[in-house]
């Protein structure tokens, strides 16, 4: 392991049957680190962590997380983990009180200890309701907040957190991103997946990953230059027929990628040069305006382009 990895994959895969899940990725994630896993539905994120929870066995490659390998069947690792699954973890029909006391009778915790952990995490999560609330009655962002109490009662080192916000409201997501760099400030480590592009945008890093396999590995900021080394213009063909211009676009050397993105078009190109030929080549009509890629943009570049 080295200096500040605490999480340290090499090789790891994953079969089921024949088909291969989750193909032969490796990457490190430091302590203290807001790391991503971005990907399309299927592409391998749940599977990946609940490897790395000691949940599922690899059939191949190895990890260390926290310094713990897969020898035991995950028993260490599930120790100093915690794991929010995707699937909403927390009983409706009992209380809060309820559901912590269960969540700590699953790992073993001393009563007292729980009791501790209990009041440490509603301060951390800013938790003011009754401990007799029925969970049912919670608003869905408060509810998540609480499955993440749930999931650390045991102060693990490293929290993997599977779509916590699925179908939560904006203002809540917000309030749960706050809530994730509070946790890494506290020198946890946070691994999170998301389909909201606007969360991925807070990650330090993020591993995207397509059918298993992991296709690009950077901070917001490296995987937009990776994948747009030249310059982005966005198009407005203002209700024109589009189809004319776009083809004419393709032609012209050096587009790398052209996407719908709403009524306007992205299209990035190789270079400056290229830029200024091809839309030279546009009628006055058309409103060009030069942007900086979004990470959408790089999904749809390195994710939905590969499956064109
Ligand atoms: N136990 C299993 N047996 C067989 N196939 C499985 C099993 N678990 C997962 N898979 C398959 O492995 C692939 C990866 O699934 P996984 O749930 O890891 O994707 P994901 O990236 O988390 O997708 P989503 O964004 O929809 O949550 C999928 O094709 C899935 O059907
Ligand atoms: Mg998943």
Known sequence: MTAFCVLEVKGLSIKFGDFTAVDNISFCVNRGEI?????????GKT????????????????????????????????????????KFTLYNDLTVGENLEFAAGLRKLEPAYAKK?????FDLIDFNKPLSSKVASLPGGI???LALAASMLHDPEIVFLDEPTSGVAPASRARFWSLIRRITGLGKTVIVTTHYMDEAEQCGRIALMRTGRLIALGSPEELK????????????????????YISGLGKAGGLLELSPQGMRWHAAFSDKAAMDAALAALPRSVSVSLIKPSLEDVFIRLVEGAER
């Open 35 to 43: 790391f991503g896993f971005l990907g399309a539905n299927g592409a």
């Open 47 to 86: 599977t990946t962590i609940r490897m790395l929870c000691g949940l599922l066995v690899p059939t191949s490659g190895s990890a260390l997380v926290g310094g713990l390998g897969f020898g035991d069947g995950g028993k260490g690792i599930k120790k100093i983990v915690g794991y929010m699954s995707q």
């Open 117 to 121: 952990r209990r009041k440490e995490l």
């Open 143 to 145: 509810k998540q907040e």
């Open 225 to 244: 230059r990776s994948a747009f080394p030249g310059p982005m213009a966005e198009l407005d063909f203002k209700g024109a027929d589009a189809a004319g």
